[in-house]
């Protein structure tokens, strides 16, 4: 009778860890009920005192999880299985997203704080009238190096990576649209093009790169430049004022020949279980004081004029992060190239990486 008890017992112990853990996975991917948000952004990519005051001021649990491209995201959402509210892809993403369908409208009067964006950054092409997405940060890909490392190399153009001074001295992000884009404008083609044979240049081009290329790194990138593990790093333009905050010997640049100008907006999934949570988290996001302590603790540069205005002169009035209109007018959107297209970019970047140790 005792062995029997105990059995169950252990049965019973046995069952309930076991609903535990499901409840736990569950969770982390996103699964819960109740009241709770769930977040899909990039890494490092917003103050996470904010999650708490969010969660303070609204009673609403967030449930926090990263990605570190935009290719990554889609594919997650595309397969669903998850329950995540609010994401923040780029604009070519959305407009990709748009297209097959993975995005809900947004009902701009729960949305008021919309006021507070600056008028450049609304009704762009990939989203007419902001039906789907909200402005969160904007910015550039460039160049960041440590002068005293580099030999009087200025990075006034692309081709200056291929140096041969650079040797395993450089770092790049990981991202296909980003490098593939690198190499085609380095060879003056635009970072949307299409055509194979100027595809196929540029893949031969970054090929020749990789004696200097030390590493494709992810958000540790920040780490390694301000760290000085590597003298140059191409970056997204508040990684590099990241950087820059830790190391005051590092400098930022965008090569003269052009290079990409992005905007990542916010976006209600169709996963969404939160609709409402969701509108409440946008709106949150844009009021001036949050999106100006977001600013202050991410880097990049707000689209919320009335943020802006908030920042000290040395964020706000930095060229290198707020470019003037001649350096913008040189520089180029991603365009949504189509499902065939991005797997070829996906497919030549990934072919690079091989290639690059
Ligand atoms: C932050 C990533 C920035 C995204 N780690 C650039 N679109």
Do not use: C
Request: hydrophobic content about 40%; cysteine-free; overall charge negative.
């Amino acid at each position: 009778m005792k062995q029997l008890v105990r059995m169950f017992a252990t049965v019973i112990v046995v069952a309930l860890g076991l609903m535990y853990l499901t409840s736990y996975l569950n969770s982390s991917e996103g699964y819960t009920g109740g009241n709770t948000l769930t977040i899909y952004n990039w890494g490092d990519y917003i103050d996470p005192e904010l999650l708490d005051r969010f969660e303070e001021e609204t009673g609403i649990k967030v449930i926090y999880q990263t990605f570190d491209s935009n290719e990554a995201m889609m594919t997650k959402i595309e397969q669903g299985g998850t329950t995540f509210d609010v994401s923040i892809p780029s604009e070519y993403a959305i407009s990709k997203m748009k297209e097959e369908d993975l995005l809900i409208p947004l009902d701009h009067s729960k949305i008021p704080n919309l006021k507070h964006i600056d008028e450049n950054f609304l009704n762009l092409s990939f989203d007419p009238d902001n039906a789907y997405s909200i402005p969160y940060f904007w910015g550039t890909v460039g160049i960041v190096y440590n002068p005293e490392l580099v030999d009087g190399i200025a990075f006034t153009s692309w081709d200056d990576l291929w140096d041969e001074r650079l040797r395993n001295q450089i770092l790049l992000l990981d991202g296909a649209r980003e490098v593939i884009g690198m190499g085609l404008n380095s060879l003056h083609y635009s970072l949307n093009d299409t055509d194979e044979a100027h595809l196929q240049e540029a893949k031969a081009k970054l090929g020749t790169l990789t004696p200097n290329v030390k590493a494709i790194v992810g958000d540790e990138i920040k780490m390694l430049l301000a760290g000085e593990e590597a003298a140059v790093g191409l970056v997204w333009s508040g990684d590099a004022s990241e950087i820059m905050g830790e190391n005051e010997k590092l400098d930022y640049v965008v090569p003269q020949e052009g290079s990409n100008l992005w905007f990542d907006n916010m976006v209600i999934p169709k996963t969404a279980s939160n609709i409402d949570g969701a509108h409440q988290f946008i709106n949150f996001m844009l009021d001036p004081e949050v999106a100006a302590q977001n600013t202050e603790y991410v880097g990049y540069s707000t689209p919320n004029k009335d943020a802006l205005a908030l920042l000290p002169e040395d964020i706000s009035g930095d060229e290198r992060f707020y470019p003037s209109e001649e350096l913008t007018s040189k520089l180029e959107v991603y365009d949504n190239l189509g499902k065939k297209m991005l797997a070829h970019y996906n497919e030549l970047f990934l072919e690079f990486k091989m290639h690059s140790k």
